[in-house]
């Protein structure tokens, strides 16, 4: 991976954690616990961001694949259940692994998880995240 690819990368682990902040902060469903002071808030942050990146990159294209004729169906609006179900498969795993995010139901999943992509969306476009060539 290139300097520029590292720098999306980072550009965009930084949009998800910026984008699952204003989602917490939105929704009472969506809770980031954090144990000590600032610090740790911004590292839950980019811990969640992370995973939720993996999750979208190795889960959801398989679950796009298996649901296709659902999402043809439906004229793509089953895409809201992939991605909620994408971010509850996020908040189990951040579970898991001893990093306090937690969606409290399919509500709180579906919109969040369109929070989490408009927000992520808006800083990649002002960051030029979404514009950086990988070579």
Not at 81 to 87: D, F, G, Q, R, T
């Amino acid at each position: 991976m290139g300097k520029t690819g590292l720098v999306n990368l980072i550009l965009r682990v930084i949009a998800t954690a910026i984008a699952v902040w204003v989602a917490a902060l939105l929704l009472p469903g969506i809770q980031v616990e954090t144990v000590g002071g600032q610090g740790s808030a911004i590292i839950t942050f980019i811990l969640t961001a992370v995973v939720i990146g993996l999750v979208d990159a190795i889960v959801k294209p398989v679950a796009q694949l298996l649901s296709g004729c659902f999402i043809i169906l439906t004229l793509g609006l089953f895409l809201l259940v992939v991605n909620a179900a994408m971010l509850m498969l996020s908040s189990w795993i951040c579970t898991k692994l001893g990093i306090g995010f937690v969606v409290d139901g399919w509500g709180s999943a579906i919109i969040g998880s369109i929070i989490i992509s408009i927000i992520s969306g808006l800083v990649n476009g002002v960051t030029g995240a979404n514009n950086a060539q990988v070579r």
